[in-house]
């Protein structure tokens, strides 16, 4: 529910993945493993989406 106040679609969804992975990539995350947290987060992201689009 905290997120609700927040529009969350597609392209908050991507922003926010993708700024998770470059995180990940400047601490130097195995790339193995930040292509296995990459896939989480999208999953995770995706369910957090409140907004079509």
């Known amino acids: 529910m905290r997120h609700m106040p ?3 679609g597609i392209v908050e969804r ?10 990940m990539g ?10 296995r947290l990459k ?6 992201a995706d369910w957090m989406r409140n907004t079509p689009g």
């Open 14 to 23: 991507d922003q926010w993945v993708e700024a998770m992975d470059q995180a």
């Open 39 to 44: 896939e989480s987060f999208m999953g995770t």
């Open 26 to 35: 400047e601490v130097g995350v195995d790339a193995d493993l930040r292509a």
């Open 6 to 8: 927040f529009k969350i």
